[in-house]
């Protein structure tokens, strides 16, 4: 069965203000995800947690933990997965990156989720903006920018 997401949250703002919610309370780099039509059977509702960013093949990967539930005919089933998906760089600079998370197809507990393209902005602040302007420098080369990318985690976590 294949579920289409929905767009009901698919941006996230980091450290845009201190008061947000994702940033604050959790101080990692994370997506919502909604599909279907939610308490329905086929949906699904979670979030997916980036722990580290790789590169393979010539593409930038991240790898986390994806975690909700899905509702099935006999009832709502709690999944957590550790996935990867394939992130690219459309826009960077030293205020500014923006990551996207490319459309693919995810198995839930058996089943197939489609998950739609997903969109990250990490805005800078004191300890991210000389990662974020060296990132915009390596937008071409996959294996310096994953390994920015982890130090950005790392500098989202203190």
């Known amino acids: 069965m294949k579920m289409r997401s929905s767009v009901r949250v698919l941006t996230?703002?980091?450290?845009?203000?201190?008061?947000?919610?994702?940033?604050?309370?959790?101080?990692?780099?994370?997506?919502?995800?909604?599909?279907?039509t939610p308490g329905q059977a086929g949906s699904f509702a979670g979030t997916f947690i980036v722990a580290s960013f790789s590169s393979q093949d010539g593409q930038?990967?991240?790898?986390?933990?994806?975690?909700?539930?899905?509702?099935?005919a006999a009832g709502p089933v709690t999944s957590a997965n550790s996935v990867s998906v394939s992130v690219t760089t459309d826009q960077a600079s030293c205020q500014l990156l923006r990551l996207q998370i490319a459309p693919q197809d995810l198995s839930v507990v058996g089943?197939?989720?489609?998950?739609?393209?997903?969109?990250?902005?990490?805005?800078?602040?004191?300890?991210?903006?000389?990662?974020?302007?060296?990132?915009?420098?390596?937008?071409?080369?996959?294996?310096?920018?994953?390994?920015?990318?982890?130090?950005?985690?790392?500098a989202l976590a203190k």
């Open 111 to 154: 089943q197939t989720v489609h998950l739609d393209q997903r969109v990250l902005e990490v805005a800078a602040q004191p300890s991210t903006g000389n990662i974020l302007c060296s990132a915009a420098g390596a937008q071409n080369d996959p294996q310096a920018l994953a390994t920015l990318l982890n130090q950005l985690l790392g």
């Open 12 to 36: 996230l703002c980091l450290a845009v203000v201190m008061g947000s919610v994702a940033w604050a309370a959790e101080r990692q780099l994370s997506v919502a995800i909604s599909t279907g």
């Open 60 to 72: 930038v990967l991240a790898t986390g933990l994806m975690n909700g539930v899905l509702q099935t």
